[in-house]
């Protein structure tokens, strides 16, 4: 059945970087795009990033261009994002979700908690 | 950016009621690309509903969706215990923004 793991979560302090990363399993990895999307404590989903099922294409929430990057390793079966200059705001449940169909999520982890603080 | 609004805030129903949950765009929503999801607390959220109105996998058919436009609904035939959850509409294929409404929060007691 299809599996997708979340990891790499914690605590860590405003400006520092960490990696999450979503080991997938049960179906051909490279057939689809993949996709974050975070849940701040007690709030509704926010769309974060996306990679194509090659990895050619990315693209990001305005609120996390250019400090968060997402990647796929193709031979591991598991999506990371980088997330750098983190933000106070940035503190959420991180989830990784597999793309059916232009943005629809068809499978989702159970998520990864990220809280930045001093 | 298409916004997604959704009504009530909260429900509370008995077992084998009917829940009927309503989301609303800012602007009409093309080809019906509308979904909902449930989440249950400690999960990630499941999709129930894609194009308006198709199940996903192993969605029983007390979940239903129906609208058009700006305005769609979600029903929830018979319902049981475990159907407590938040449920979010989403409006997909759209650019910028792929948006979720906020979330109705079903109770059953």
């Known amino acids: 059945q299809v599996q997708l793991v979340e990891s790499g979560g914690g605590v860590v302090q405003p400006g520092r970087s960490l990696r999450v990363s979503c080991a997938v399993s049960?179906?051909?990895?490279?057939?689809?795009?993949m996709h974050w999307v975070r849940q701040a404590p007690g709030k509704g989903l926010e769309w974060v990033a996306v990679?194509?099922?090659?990895?050619?294409?990315?693209f990001y929430a305005d609120s996390v261009k250019g400090r968060f990057a997402i990647s796929r390793d193709d031979s591991k079966n598991t999506v990371s994002l980088q997330m750098s200059s983190l933000r106070v705001d940035d503190t959420a449940v991180y989830y990784c979700?597999?793309?059916?169909?232009?943005?629809?999520?068809?499978?989702w982890g159970r998520g990864t908690l990220v809280t930045v603080s001093s | 950016e298409i916004v997604l609004t959704q009504s009530p805030g909260t429900l509370s129903l008995s077992p084998g009621e009917r829940a009927t949950l309503s989301c609303r765009a800012s602007?009409?929503?093309?080809?019906?690309?509308l979904a909902w999801y449930q989440q249950k607390p400690g999960q990630g959220p499941r999709l129930l509903i894609y194009?308006?109105?198709s199940r996903a996998t192993g969605i029983p058919d007390r979940f239903s969706g129906s609208g058009s436009g700006k305005d769609f609904t979600l029903t929830i035939n018979r319902l049981e215990p475990e159907d407590s959850a938040v449920y979010y509409c989403?409006?997909?294929?759209?650019?910028?923004?792929?948006?979720f409404g906020q979330g109705t929060k079903l109770e059953i007691k």
């Open positions: 049960g179906f051909n990895f490279t057939d689809f795009g």
């Open positions: 194009g308006a109105s």
């Open positions: 979700a597999r793309d059916l169909w232009n943005y629809l999520f068809d499978y």
């Open positions: 990679i194509s099922h090659d990895g050619s294409r990315t």
């Open positions: 602007q009409s929503v093309i080809n019906r690309y």
């Open positions: 989403q409006h997909y294929r759209s650019s910028p923004r792929y948006t």
